[in-house]
């Protein structure tokens, strides 16, 4: 069909679909940065069956963050504990959110 694309889909918000150079040129982020979060579990792309890193539109928004904290001045260890209590929020406020009735 005619202006229909070839591929089928968009991919969902937490597919890995970017290589890292991809990643990194995206976010401004340098790959070796990328690496170290990742070290420091502040980040987890999904992986192909060879090993390399795929990484989503969720986790391009994270390493944003990341990246303004850095810029912030905030150190390896206080981005891990900034990130560990956002995800927990969001965690609380969506099981809060589904539990209750409209």
């Known amino acids: 069909m005619a202006g229909q694309s070839h591929r089928g889909h968009e ?11 991809v990643a990194a040129e995206l976010s401004g982020a340098p790959i070796q940065s990328i690496r170290l979060w990742e070290r420091h579990n502040l980040l987890s792309p999904a992986r192909t069956e060879g090993g390399t890193r795929r990484y989503s539109a969720d986790d391009l928004i994270r390493i944003a963050r990341i990246v303004a904290l850095v810029a912030a001045g905030v150190n390896i260890a206080g981005i891990v504990r900034i990130l560990e209590l956002e995800d927990s929020n969001t965690a609380l406020r969506a099981e809060r959110s589904s539990g209750q009735s409209p």
């Open 11 to 21: 991919p969902t918000p937490d597919q890995g679909v970017y290589g890292i150079s």
